[in-house]
Nanobody, 123 residues
């Protein structure tokens, strides 16, 4: 197992930016693909982005493509989600997850999860 702790959420005006961080501990960070999901109030958890173990490949959901970028720093055991041009529909709790393959975009494919960080975009 790997323990994940997210940070960086908050309140931001529409059009603004935030960078979320996910620090991993407990197992070798490079062993895992990483992903971000989000869940809005009353909505199902949805895939946002994933990144391969090496960091060379990423998948981004159409709803955030061109605005959100996922990266990772193995030296810091940290995955980042840079969010630009935020919109009110991006308001959600954002969760970091670890799994075996970045090609998986469904939540059940990820075995370890953080506690989530709230992102609120005000228009």
């Amino acid at each position: 197992q790997v323990q994940l702790v997210e940070s960086g959420g908050g309140l931001v005006l529409a059009g603004g930016s935030l960078r979320l961080s996910c620090v991993a501990s407990g197992r070798t960070f490079r062993m895992f693909a990483m992903a971000w999901f989000r869940q809005g109030l009353g909505k199902e958890r949805e895939f946002v982005a994933s990144i391969s173990r090496s960091g060379a490949s990423t998948i981004t959901a159409d709803s955030v493509k061109g605005r959100f970028t996922l990266s990772r720093d193995s030296a810091k055991n940290t995955a980042y989600l840079q969010m630009n041009d935020l919109k009110s529909e991006d308001t959600a709790v954002y969760y970091c997850a670890a799994g075996q393959s970045f090609a998986n975009t469904d939540a059940p494919s990820y075995s370890d999860w953080g506690q989530g960080t709230q992102v609120t975009v005000s228009s």
